[in-house]
T-cell receptor
Framework: GESVGLHLPTLSVQEGDNSIINCAYSNSASDYFIWYKQESGKGPQFIIDIRSNMDKRQGQRVTVLLNKTVKHLSLQIAATQPGDSAVYFC????????????FGSGTRLLVRP | DAGVTQSPTHLIKTRGQQVTLRCSPKSGHDTVSWYQQALGQGPQFIFQ???????QRGNFPDRFSGHQFPNYSSELNVNALLLGDSALYLC??????????FGPGTRLTVL
């Protein structure tokens, strides 16, 4: 399949370890944030979202943390599996005034068996 | 329940030609957005269609235009193709401003 990103920052983790992927967002007015996973040759797949009235949200094996003070978002994946290998993007939005998602540059996650 | 579908999967055009890409939203969704994703980058917002009208537009020239049909499906048209238009074109659908779900994309190559 095609490569989503050739020169992306890469995080390499051992299978079974926890992964932390970081994202700095650009607009202090953004109030809705989403993490997407993109596998080679596929479109972005929704993982988890969080609104600015929260600082933590948990899903199945994933946790998103939001620090509005420093405009930082992180995605934690517990017990990382080979199927988690992909490019991960954070996206931001200003819910009441914009419909577009603004994407970060992405991080490639490689899971070593 | 079918997700977002796009056609064609791949397309090769030459400079100056015109292209039309198609998108069918996820069942129950009424809003379609289009994004351009260059290799190695995150998707860039082109525009969004709702109730058959362009509701918001990103920083793309007028060569990029679209349409939404009464069944909520959408087309993206690009005129006077440039080499720099080579990219993965993604369609995302949503209902009432909720989470945007993406299709698999159309890979456009301009020679």
């Amino acid at each position: 399949g095609e490569s989503v990103g050739l020169h992306l920052p890469t995080l390499s983790v051992q299978e079974g370890d926890n992964s932390i992927i970081n994202c700095a967002y650009s607009n202090s007015a953004s109030d809705y944030f989403i993490w997407y996973k993109q596998e080679s040759g596929k479109g972005p797949q929704f993982i988890i979202d969080i609104r600015s009235n929260m600082d933590k949200r948990q899903g199945q094996r994933v946790t998103v943390l939001l620090n509005k003070t420093v405009k930082h978002l992180s995605l934690q994946i517990a017990a990382t599996q080979p199927g988690d290998s992909a490019v991960y993007f954070c996206a931001e939005n200003i819910e009441d005034s914009s419909y577009k998602l603004i994407f970060g540059s992405g991080t490639r996650l490689l899971v070593r068996p | 329940d079918a997700g977002v579908t796009q056609s064609p999967t791949h397309l090769i055009k030459t400079r100056g030609q015109q292209v039309t890409l198609r998108c069918s939203p996820k069942s129950g969704h009424d809003t379609v957005s289009w994004y351009q994703q260059a290799l190695g980058q995150g998707p860039q917002f082109i525009f969004q269609y709702y109730e058959e009208e362009e509701r918001q537009r990103g920083n793309f020239p007028d060569r990029f235009s679209g349409h939404q049909f009464p069944n909520y499906s959408s087309e993206l048209n690009v005129n006077a193709l440039l080499l720099g238009d080579s990219a993965l074109y993604l369609c995302a659908s949503t209902y009432s401003g909720d989470t945007q779900y993406f299709g698999p994309g159309t890979r456009l190559t301009v020679l």
